[in-house]
């Protein structure tokens, strides 16, 4: 059986996106400081890069205590059996008790096969993490069944106790540029960077710069929006915000906009600090991808439309009307 | 060529209880359906088949209770070949962990496949961390989130994958398993002959023994993980509902409210 008591400390899983280190890992720090602080720990950062040296000092200012780095060519792009190898080699010489990473596609994809590796339990998709001090256990709290019901889960016998968290669960802590911590550059042979995978391409998606998952601010259109060309105004607007744009399965069916702007059952779940449903009729399946939003705005036309039940503020009107005039005074009061 | 697609059964209606004692779901006297992420699986693996001709056999597994047989059937309407349910009371009250070591001790025993579909997740427990898991377990390489199937040989498949930003494209050495997303086909309705098929197909039933997984690995004693709370979230906000009699004051108050809420 093994021992539990030589695990120590909280790890966090940091990502690399166009060679910068992604904001999500300083997010991630945030999620993971609370919980070191309850069990008295170390936090840590795991970075995996090509070349990744100038950023690791701002790891250590958004929070990490230890910072494991590992630099490699073939590490340039996202290979899934090398960064789990590597996530092994590094969990079984150091030992943490929990590893946190962020439920990005990145995230979701290395942290069951490492789970599975290490034989240990991972809970996806949390919205919540704490600590039992009793037991000194991770408390897992997740949504499933589009949110209609909440988990909480612990792992008590397995370790480290693996989670994802949702983007956008947590906003980074400040960061303080006194903070010190350790960087442990880590090596490993060439045989560890043996891989299956060939990556090819990236072609990326002209519609979006920002990726739903991680905007704070959604300007989403449903079928209250009548015409793809339409959307143009919900761009508008959400670039006034500096956020995304979402859609409705009915819009994306329609082929109005890319399912990559899907929310819901069958699109992405999606927590930003601001929603605004236009013209979307707020079917379960649709509220199941927006429900933990922080405040949600709608506009719709039907009073009776399920989506102004789950609305902080909810205007009956004509999305295509109203639209308009908003974008108006926000970018008269801007100027 | 062999391919396996992994199915799960969920619950149809959107209304779903738990055991809170357990926390596992109650299943029973509810109406289910086959996972609609899992559709786009099943037909990405008879688009494979129709285009690489009769040389591809498609077998549906599925781990669940015995009603799941009809989610399986429903695969083999749309084109698949044969199936099988794992089923036992042993399994009961897996997590993902012991659940795609079920999986994956039963795809070894059924035979080599050279690639294995899932979906992007489940639309009941929502995790999508079961493909991947069986691959690990299968000691096979996972492509996730594919959106586009590019070219298949005897020995390598290069796909696209959705991710955040865009596209991104990577070959893999097979066997390999792939998880797909919404984007990568349109689903069939089946036909007639695919139903009749379907109801003249008999899906073969594994059990604990018949797989030859060990109890101490499989259900909630193979399960790292506990559920020790279940909770109902209240998901209505009873926020500002208000009439758009004339848009511009409309619009000012919305103004006001996003102001207070420090939005904008």
Same mark, same amino acid.
Do not use: W
């Given at each position: 059986m093994l021992d539990i008591t030589e695990y120590k400390g909280v790890w966090t899983l940091g990502e690399v996106r166009d060679e910068k280190i992604s904001p999500i890992s300083y997010e991630l720090l945030a999620w993971g400081r609370k919980l070191a602080n309850a069990l008295n720990v170390d936090l840590a950062s795991v970075i995996m890069g090509k070349?990744?040296?100038?950023?690791?000092?701002k790891l250590v200012h958004f929070g990490a205590d230890v910072v494991y780095v590992v630099e490699h060519?073939?590490?340039?792009?996202?290979l899934p059996d090398v960064h789990a190898r590597i996530l092994e080699a590094l969990v079984k010489e150091f030992r943490p008790e929990i590893f946190i990473a962020s439920a990005t596609t990145y995230g979701r994809t290395v942290m069951p096969i490492l789970s599975a590796k290490l034989k240990t339990g991972l809970t996806a998709d949390c919205t919540e993490l704490n600590v039992d001090t009793q037991e000194k256990l991770l408390l897992q709290t997740r949504p499933a069944i589009g949110g209609n019901v909440m988990a909480t889960i612990k792992t008590?016998?397995?370790?480290?106790?693996m989670a994802t968290v949702r983007p956008k669960g947590k906003k980074p802590m400040?960061?303080?540029?006194?903070r010190t911590g350790k960087i442990i550059f880590k090596e490993y042979s060439?045989?560890?960077?043996?891989?299956?995978y060939k990556w090819l391409s990236f072609e990326r998606d002209?519609?979006? @710069?920002? #990726?739903i998952q991680e905007a704070d601010v959604i300007i989403a259109g449903g079928?209250?929006?009548?015409?793809?060309?339409?959307f143009s105004m919900l761009y508008d607007l959400a670039n006034i915000f500096g956020g995304s744009v979402g859609a409705s399965r009915s819009a994306v069916d329609m082929g109005w906009?890319?399912?990559?702007h899907q929310v819901g059952l069958s699109g992405k779940t999606v927590s930003p600090r601001l929603y605004i449903a236009a013209g979307?009729?707020?079917a379960v399946q649709h509220v199941a991808g927006m429900s933990s939003s922080e405040t949600v705005v709608a506009i719709n036309t039907?009073? @009776?439309? #399920?989506?102004f039940k789950v609305a902080d503020f909810g205007i009956v009107g004509n999305a295509l009307e109203i639209l308009p005039v908003l974008l108006k005074k926000l970018s008269e009061s801007k100027e | 060529m062999r391919i396996a697609v992994l199915i799960k059964q969920v619950p149809a209606t959107d209304k779903v209880k738990m055991?809170?004692?357990?926390?596992?779901?109650?299943?029973?006297e509810m109406e289910s359906e086959?996972?609609?992420?899992?559709m786009y699986a099943v037909e990405e693996a008879v688009r494979i088949k129709e285009r690489l001709g009769k040389k591809v056999y498609i077998t549906v597994i599925s781990m669940g209770p015995s009603q799941a047989v009809e989610a399986i059937k429903d695969a083999i309407s749309m084109g698949c070949d044969d199936g099988y349910l794992l089923s036992?009371?042993?399994?009961?009250?897996?997590?993902t962990f012991a659940t795609a070591y079920t999986l994956s001790a039963a795809i070894r025993k059924i035979r080599r496949f050279e690639l294995v579909f899932t979906g992007?997740?489940?639309?009941?427990?929502?995790?999508?961390q079961v493909g991947p898991s069986v691959a690990a377990q299968l000691d096979i390489p996972v492509v996730t989130?594919?959106?586009?199937?590019?070219k298949i040989t005897d020995d390598t498949i290069r796909v696209q994958r959705l991710i955040e930003g865009g596209h991104e494209t990577i070959e893999v050495s097979l066997p390999a398993l792939l998880s797909v997303v919404k984007e990568i086909n349109e689903p069939r309705i089946p036909n007639l002959a695919g139903k009749m098929k379907a109801k003249s197909t008999t899906v073969l039933t594994l059990t604990a023994d018949q797989i030859g997984v060990?109890?101490?690995?499989?259900g909630l004693s193979g399960?790292?993980?506990?559920?020790?709370k279940m909770f109902y979230p209240?998901?209505?906000?009873?926020g500002r509902i208000v009439k758009a009699r004339d848009v511009d004051t409309v619009v000012d108050e919305l103004i006001e409210f996003m102001r207070k809420r420090k939005l904008i």
């Open positions: 070349d990744v040296k100038n950023e690791l000092n060519p073939k590490l340039e792009h996202f008590p016998l397995h370790r480290p106790q400040k960061p303080n540029m006194t060439e045989k560890m960077y043996e891989s299956k002209k519609t979006s @710069d920002l #990726p079928k209250g929006i009548k015409d793809g060309k339409n906009i890319p399912y990559s979307i009729s707020g039907d009073p @009776d439309a #399920p989506i | 055991d809170e004692k357990t926390g596992t779901m109650i299943r029973s086959l996972n609609p992420l899992d036992d009371r042993q399994f009961a009250g897996a997590d992007e997740r489940a639309t009941d427990g929502e995790t999508g989130y594919v959106s586009c199937v590019e060990s109890l101490d690995k499989t399960s790292p993980t506990r559920v020790v209240k998901l209505s906000r009873d």
